[in-house]
């Protein structure tokens, strides 16, 4: 009776854990009609304190994310942080989210907080979004990046994190920054990642389109 007792528990617990890997796999899938773009605080002010490479990086990624989520319907949150101080989102970033053809919808947030979750309205916007997943990039990453992660896990998000569209002042505190997202949850990726994980396949207009794009 042990030896069956025994035997099965650790089917039972293999079943389990099977479970629980078939789970996070899942989960870690962008989902076009569950997942939403979040650009954290890409402002003027911050832009200029960034190292040169790493922000051309950001900002070229985030375009690449902009214009996903414009051809695969995913609602875009741009968060300022004391705009007044750090000035509005860079000109590129700006000009992308003002595009007025093909439908991209962009709700904005100005905040003192540094995790844009506990900025005023995120609650309710988040809520009627009802978007499970979140791709987040923007700056910096070891403070307003991942703050605003942290915040999501915490609400029971699923979230995605491209390596190569945050940035920090230094690329010791932007590592510092992936490595708590990581640690906490997050899905730490790549641009290039996240787009042909959201495609699915090959041979679309969406695909010919971004794929011109990433080159």
Known sequence: MDELYLRHGRVDGGDRLAQARGMKAEGMQVTPARAALLVVDIQERLAAAMPAEAMAACEKNTLILIELARRLGLPVVASEQ????????????????????????????????????EAPGFAALSERLGRKQWIVVGMESHVCVWQ?????????????????????????????????????????????TVVFDALGRAGTDEFKALSRLIK
């Open 82 to 117: 004391y705009p007044r101080g750090l000035g509005p989102t860079v000109p590129a970033l700006a000009a992308a989210l003002a595009r007025p053809e093909g439908g991209l919808d962009v709700h904005r947030l100005e905040k003192l907080e540094f995790a844009t979750v």
């Open 148 to 192: 605003t992660v942290r915040g999501l896990l915490g609400r029971g998000a699923e979230v995605q994190v491209p390596a190569d569209a945050v940035c920090s002042r230094s690329a010791d505190n932007r590592a510092t920054g992936l490595r708590l997202m990581e640690r906490a949850g997050a899905v730490v990726t790549s641009t290039e």
